[in-house]
């Protein structure tokens, strides 16, 4: 009987509807979607809000990225051109200094085989003079009287022979 009762309250399927009743349902159903279009226009406008949102964040960010980035990059540029001059000018230095001992030791050099050869002429001259003093010393030695030989200075025997 339950079956029954809910058939006779029911409206039938086929039974045709009322034209106020369908009226009703088209403005049932339109509010209805209008309700959910105007949902979904608010997200929309909300996602929209964000994303504007975002996107100015995004360029607040990238110019603040862009403007530092641009700023180390010039910083580094100075600092490498910088470090560039002083290498430049440390290897002028350098070549100036290698320049400087290698005149340097040339000039020792020099400066040595000159006194090397005073020494050299030097002692050539000694040995020539005690060559001399002792040949001259024997020849007279050998030519004086014995009262002479106990005088061994070249310049009294050079002096009694002058005299």
Same mark, same amino acid.
């Given at each position: 009987? !339950?079956? =029954?009762?809910?058939?006779?309250?029911? #409206? #039938?399927?086929?039974? #045709?509807?009322?034209?106020?009743? &369908? !009226? /009703? &349902? *088209?403005?049932?159903?339109?509010?209805?979607?209008?309700?959910?279009?105007?949902?979904?226009?608010?997200?929309?406008?909300?996602?929209?809000? %964000?994303?504007?949102?975002?996107? @100015? %964040?995004?360029?607040?960010?990238?110019?603040?990225?862009? *403007?530092?980035?641009?700023?180390?990059?010039?910083?580094?540029?100075?600092?490498?051109?910088?470090? /560039?001059?002083?290498?430049?000018?440390?290897? /002028?230095?350098?070549?100036?200094?290698?320049?400087?001992?290698?005149?340097?030791?040339?000039?020792?050099?020099?400066?040595?085989?000159?006194?090397?050869? %005073?020494?050299? =002429?030097?002692?050539?001259?000694?040995?020539?003079? !005690?060559?001399?003093?002792?040949?001259?010393? $024997?020849?007279? @030695?050998?030519?004086?009287?014995?009262?002479? &030989? &106990?005088?061994?200075?070249? $310049?009294?025997?050079?002096?009694?022979?002058?005299?």
């Amino acid at each position: 009987m !339950a079956g =029954l009762e809910d058939e006779q309250q029911s #409206p #039938p399927i086929d039974s #045709p509807l009322s034209l106020e009743s &369908l !009226a /009703q &349902l *088209v403005g049932n159903m339109n509010d209805a979607f209008n309700a959910q279009m105007e949902t979904i226009s608010r997200k929309f406008s909300e996602l929209d809000t %964000r994303m504007d949102e975002l996107c @100015t %964040r995004i360029d607040d960010n990238d110019s603040d990225v862009r *403007v530092k980035f641009n700023q180390f990059q010039s910083s580094f540029n100075k600092d490498l051109i910088t470090m /560039q001059n002083d290498i430049s000018i440390e290897q /002028q230095r350098s070549q100036e200094s290698h320049k400087s001992i290698t005149t340097t030791q040339r000039s020792f050099n020099d400066t040595i085989k000159a006194l090397s050869d %005073r020494v050299s =002429l030097t002692e050539g001259q000694s040995a020539r003079l !005690a060559a001399l003093e002792n040949k001259f010393q $024997y020849s007279i @030695t050998n030519s004086l009287p014995p009262r002479f &030989l &106990l005088i061994h200075s070249p $310049y009294i025997i050079i002096h009694l022979i002058i005299v």
